[in-house]
């Protein structure tokens, strides 16, 4: 099993950035791909994905996030980071870190508030 737990939520003024962490551990040597979902507040809104980035270093981000978030990996220290610049108030979720090993693997989540 795959434990992971993030840090580097907060509130931020719109025009801001932020980064946030994901450390790994447990059976880290199953992990292939580590990412980022998020989940806005409000009914019905579902959790998406934000980025991901695969074992040999490749990324995939979501339309809304391109060419202001950036997603690296520490493969080394089995972490997962993702760079969020020029935030907007609809950045603001709940984001969860992502593993998929053996089976997927969801962190706690880490609030991310985006003020104007």
């Known amino acids: 099993q795959v434990q992971l737990v993030e840090s580097g939520g907060g509130l931020v003024q719109a025009g801001g950035s932020l980064r946030l962490s994901c450390a790994a551990s447990?059976?880290?040597?199953?992990?292939?791909?580590m990412g980022w979902y998020r989940q806005a507040p409000g009914p019905g809104k579902q959790r998406e994905l934000v980025a991901t980035i695969s074992s040999g270093g490749t990324p995939n981000y979501a339309d809304s996030v391109k060419d202001r978030f950036t997603i690296s990996r520490d493969a080394a220290k089995n972490t997962v980071h993702l760079q969020m610049n020029s935030l907007k108030l609809e950045d603001t979720a709940v984001y969860y870190c992502?593993?998929?090993?053996?089976?997927?693997?969801w962190g706690q989540g880490t609030q991310v508030t985006v003020s104007s």
């Open positions: 447990g059976s880290t040597f199953s992990i292939s791909v």
């Open positions: 992502y593993a998929l090993g053996a089976f997927n693997s």
